[in-house]
């Protein structure tokens, strides 16, 4: 399947196909680079190096040159990524998955890919080149997933013994292509660059000598070819018919197009024909099916095509030496005449057994065939495959193409191309306009067509797609229209699906009555249609609304939707119930095993790629951390998701909220306007539980900066919503800021059920409450429990507890908190106490208190280094280096080295500061 730009490694002057005894020339350089980079790959990890260059300079003849020179050429493995108008999804990784794992069963199974191949390049090969070398042809053709699995190899990169080799053009690639965000995803340090250049006037006169043509004719093909390999491999070719008495042919072609025409002018007709037949398929083409297709004058040619060197065989399939020949004998041909080379193509796949042909391959030939009626059939099918492998860009892409031919169909059909698009391109894509639109118009043909059913189905997507964009009014509206619409029409899983929508929206509202009736009412309609995805979605908001009223009871219901949502792969619930079972844990106060449930969310979201989502769990981690009180820690997550490039409010503010609150606790100089900025995009989203976290924080604010009113006008917020809309450790902060602030109590007289801490507190039991805080890890405020405790009347031990709680603020870096205390005339000590010397004043300022050595040694595991050469570079005994890495561990929670490995790829800040200056060990 290789399209190559030459297949001879041993001889090239540019490329394949050039004269006899012609060298491979002017890439000693490249070719020791690649060299250098798999003696590394053996010594230090995973390597990739990318071989970059425009169309025809050899980029493939330099890989095979250098394939050719390894101990063991046969074990290296190729992955192909293919010229189809929507790519194969993951087709170079089941390229390497059919080498490395054999056949498989089913060919869309993601685990085998993913996992499988992970834990195959995991084990170092027993060949003689000692690690897996790996080949990825044409990576600027690559499809999604490829790119996503690209990623996911790469973040574990330096613990594979596994060298990539990967052929890219330097063209200028579209926005948003899948490629980009997979480089920019690898480690930096594990990743090298080879831009091959066009050949110099000394190669061409080489080659051009080698070609019997003297110095004059080389200077000019030199100039003519700008040292372009291919090209001038090209015009070297034709040499052969040039006349015997000329050095040179009587008119040179004007460009690389012009020679290419050039090489297939001449030929027989028959084997024009074949090569338009091959032209038409996506690169490779089984060899099996050409014969099927072709005439037999067209099949009687293919060794003439062979020999001529115009094609090149592999074990079971045909393609052109080059893409750009390919290209060349496609553009010859008239429109009508690829219509009608494609239709031969179609007809005879749609001859086959059925499903034994790739859906996409059926929907590449109907496009270029312009069979609409295929098109409808079979794209929905290529797209359905393409989702379950994840690729759900290429399944947008199928589906584009199927909302074209559906322009003039009936209305039923078209709206569901339309659904259906909208559904895969918003995951693919977000939540764009043109997304929206497609919703819209779905709506009103469902409607044409009398299909009420499939009408609230949609205003239920345009309600979540809203929602997605943060937009809280027009989700609800929509949501509303949806249920109104089903509950009048038989229950469906439509109808379970709107009510489940609707109990969500209802809980982001604070009405938790309402969520907790919405609930029932949509696991009653699931349980009769037998829907699980809306069962899910109920059990999810079910047990987030009893576990923020403070009952432990939901969060059973919330590992069971996760377990269904596991189950039946249902990875957006998945998703979400791991985001909610972690904030229910919170919620609780139950903040060791929220940590637990959030690493396994994120290691689910890293695994199937999911983006936004995952930056919106990792801003639950941010808040997660505020609430341990390793401020510093939530202020670099926060800071490392917000630098992205903005997306969707959503997925955003549960990091912006987290910037808020850690920001003011420390007294960073942007703590007024993180505020400002959490709460418009709160209150944009309609996010209630957002609202009160920074409502709440306002109030502490206010104590933080003296400013009362501020306190007021949030506690006048807090006090006019319903009261199960405020969680019970809510309600306590709160009431416990109040305090504080000196202000009246606001909060609803009927509480009850106050975490034990609060309770104590709001009984002025401050002692006993700021004992309780800090049996519960609680520091911060059982220092805050103790300046309220001191500031009492009569108080004694005031001084006491005051530097307890100065101390303590200064321990966590709560500088805010140290200058309250001084401008209340109670302050002890200044903000900037005594700097410790040594590790201890790196540890202070990282975000998981690493010292300078720790951090130096952390640099040094992620680029893939062992104890040893740690401990060659850091000149220190091997002992001492077990000892760091330990400690790294243990402090960055990682089991070992591989969770190491994607804790710093998911965190890339957990890194440091290079400039540390390391102490003595």
């Not at 043109?434 to 043909?445: G, S």
């Amino acid at each position: 399947m290789p399209r190559d730009e030459g297949t001879d490694t041993r001889r090239s002057a540019a490329g394949d196909g050039a004269s006899p005894g012609t060298t491979l020339l002017e890439r000693d350089a490249p070719l020791a680079a690649l060299a250098q980079a798999w003696a590394s790959a053996q010594a230090q990890g995973g390597r990739i190096v990318l071989v970059a260059g425009e169309a025809g300079l050899g980029k493939s003849s330099l890989i095979q040159a250098f394939v050719a020179r390894l101990p063991d050429p046969g074990a290296v493995v190729t992955g192909w990524c293919d010229p189809m108008h929507t790519p194969r999804p993951l087709g170079p990784v089941r390229d390497l998955a059919r080498r490395l794992l054999g056949p498989a069963r089913d060919d869309a199974d993601e685990a085998r890919h993913f996992d499988g191949l992970l834990r195959r390049l995991g084990r170092r090969p027993r060949g003689r080149n000692r690690v897996h070398v790996l080949v990825l042809e044409d990576l600027h053709w690559v499809d999604q997933r490829s790119a996503d699995w690209l990623q996911f190899v790469g973040r574990r990169l330096a613990l594979l013994p596994v060298l990539f080799v990967g052929s890219l053009r330097d063209d200028v690639r579209p926005a948003g292509h899948p490629l980009d965000a997979a480089l920019a995803a690898l480690p930096v340090a594990r990743v090298q660059r080879i831009d091959l250049q066009p050949l110099s006037a000394s190669a061409v006169r080489l080659a051009a000598a080698e070609a019997g043509l003297d110095a004059g004719a080389a200077d000019a093909l030199h100039r003519l070819t700008a040292g372009h390999p291919y090209f001038t491999q090209e015009l070297l070719q034709q040499r052969l018919s040039w006349p015997a008495d000329s050095p040179s042919p009587a008119v040179l072609p004007g460009t690389l197009a012009d020679a290419l025409q050039a090489r297939l002018t001449g030929l027989p007709p028959a084997l024009l024909d074949l090569l338009a037949l091959v032209a038409c398929g996506p690169a490779g083409v089984p060899r099996r099916l050409l014969q099927r297709v072709a005439s037999a004058e067209e099949a009687a040619r293919i060794d003439e095509a062979l020999t001529r060197r115009l094609l090149l065989a592999t074990a079971q399939q045909l393609q052109f030496r080059h893409e750009l020949l390919r290209l060349a004998a496609l553009e010859r041909l008239p429109d009508a005449a690829r219509r009608a080379l494609h239709r031969r193509w179609l007809d005879t796949l749609l001859a086959e057994r059925p499903g034994t042909q790739p859906p996409d391959l059926i929907v590449h030939h109907a496009r270029g065939a312009g069979a609409d009626a295929v098109l409808l059939a079979h794209a929905p099918r290529a797209a359905e495959r393409a989702a379950a492998l994840g690729a759900h860009r290429e399944a947008a892409a199928h589906l584009a193409t199927a909302v074209e031919a559906a322009a003039a169909a009936p209305p039923e059909v078209a709206a569901d191309m339309l659904e259906r698009w909208a559904y895969e391109a918003s995951l693919a894509h977000g939540v764009t306009d043109r997304a929206l639109a497609a919703r819209h118009e779905a709506v009103r043909l469902w409607r044409q067509a009398g299909r009420p059913d499939k009408v609230g189905e949609n205003l239920a997507g345009l309600a979540r797609m809203h929602r997605y964009r943060g937009d809280s009014v027009q989700a609800q509206a929509f949501g509303a229209q949806a249920e109104a619409l089903l509950a009048t029409l038989p229950p469906s899983a439509a109808q379970a699906g709107a009510l489940a929508l609707q109990a969500q929206f209802a809980l982001l509202q604070g009405r938790v009555a309402d969520a907790e009736a919405g609930c029932l009412r949509a696991l009653a309609v699931a349980e009769v249609v037998g829907d699980v995805a809306s069962r899910s979605d109920a059990l999810n908001t079910l047990g987030s609304a009893r576990m923020l009223q403070g009952d432990a009871g939901g969060e059973a219901m919330l590992r069971d939707s996760l377990a269904l949502a596991l189950q039946h792969g249902l990875h957006v619930q998945a998703a979400r119930a791991y985001t909610n079972l972690a904030e229910g844990l919170m919620a609780l106060g139950e903040l060791s095993r929220a940590d637990a449930v959030v690493a396994e969310g994120l290691a689910f979201d890293a695994a199937h790629e999911f983006g936004r989502w995952t930056d919106y769990l990792v801003g639950r981690q941010a808040q997660l951390r505020c609430e341990q009180e390793r401020f510093a820690e939530a202020l670099a997550i926060a800071d490392g998701v917000l630098a992205q490039p903005a997306g969707p409010t959503l997925t955003r503010l549960p990091a912006l909220v987290a910037r808020a609150c850690a920001a003011m606790r420390v007294g960073r100089d942007d703590a007024a306007t993180a505020m400002a900025e959490a709460l418009a995009a709160a209150q944009q989203a309609g996010e209630s539980q957002e609202l009160v976290t920074l409502h709440v924080a306002q109030i502490e604010a206010a104590v933080l900066h003296d400013q009362p009113v501020s306190a007021r006008a949030a506690a006048q917020w807090l006090a006019a919503q319903g009261p199960a809309a405020i969680w019970p450790r809510a309600r306590g902060a709160w009431r416990f800021w109040q305090r504080l602030a000196g202000m009246a109590d606001t909060s609803m007289p009927d509480e009850v059920g106050l975490p034990p801490p609060f309770a104590l507190a709001d009984a002025g039991r401050l002692d006993e409450a700021a004992a309780a805080f800090e049996a519960g890890g609680c520091t911060y405020l059982a220092a805050w429990a103790r300046v309220a405790a001191a500031r009492l009347p009569g108080s004694a031990a005031g001084d006491g507890r005051l530097r307890l709680a100065d101390v303590t603020f200064d321990h966590l870096q709560a500088h805010a908190a140290r200058d309250a205390l001084r401008r209340m005339g109670m302050g002890q000590a200044p903000r900037a106490s005594a700097s410790r010397r040594g590790p201890y004043l790196a540890a202070r300022a990282h975000a998981y208190g690493l010292t300078a050595r720790e951090q130096q040694v952390l640099r040094l595991v992620a680029d893939g280094c062992d104890n040893a050469t740690i401990a060659e570079r850091l000149q220190r005994s091997r002992r001492t280096v077990e000892n760091h890495v330990s400690a790294v561990l243990d402090k960055l929670q990682a089991r070992n080295r591989l969770a190491l490995m994607l804790r710093v790829q998911r965190e890339p800040w957990v890194l440091g500061d290079d400039a540390a200056e390391p102490a003595a060990d």
